[in-house]
Structures are given as C-alpha cells and as structure tokens.
C-alpha cells in the first residue's frame, strides 16, 4: 500500500512514529501480510530511537505479552 511505502521509507530512515506505525500495520495486517514477529521487530527500533521522546515503550512490552509466539529469543 502507499502508506506502507512512505512508513518504511521513514521507518529505514530512523523516524521513531514511522517504525512504531510500521509495528502496528504488521502487528493488525493492515495492507501486508499480519507478522507478529515483524511488528514486535518495528515495535522495538522505535522504542530504541525514542528513549527521552515522548513515544511510549509500553507498547512492545504489551505486544510481547500479548503475543508470545512473537518473541525473537529461542
């Protein structure tokens, strides 16, 4: 989808809002194909690139408890 594009292309670009909007498109299948895994990924760059900005963290950590199967470690 278009918004697809224009988030990616921010999200590569370090935006935080790009990367956590990216999460939540994954994370609902909006447009794409829902990955659990791919959304928590997004979730937590924008969580990295936002420490001290206004943008919540709280959001991968419920992700991740929401949805275990997501999680990267083995």
């Given at each position: 989808t278009e918004a697809l594009k224009w988030y990616r292309l921010a999200a590569d670009q370090?935006?935080?809002e790009a990367q956590f909007n990216?999460?939540?498109m994954y994370?609902?299948?909006e447009g794409i194909p829902q990955d659990e895994a791919e959304a928590l990924k997004w979730?937590?760059?924008s969580c990295e690139v936002s420490i001290g900005a206004p943008l919540s963290c709280e959001a991968p950590v419920a992700f991740l408890f929401s949805h275990p199967s997501a999680?990267?470690?083995s």
């Open positions: 370090g935006i935080a990216l999460g939540l994370a609902n299948g979730y937590q760059f999680s990267t470690h």
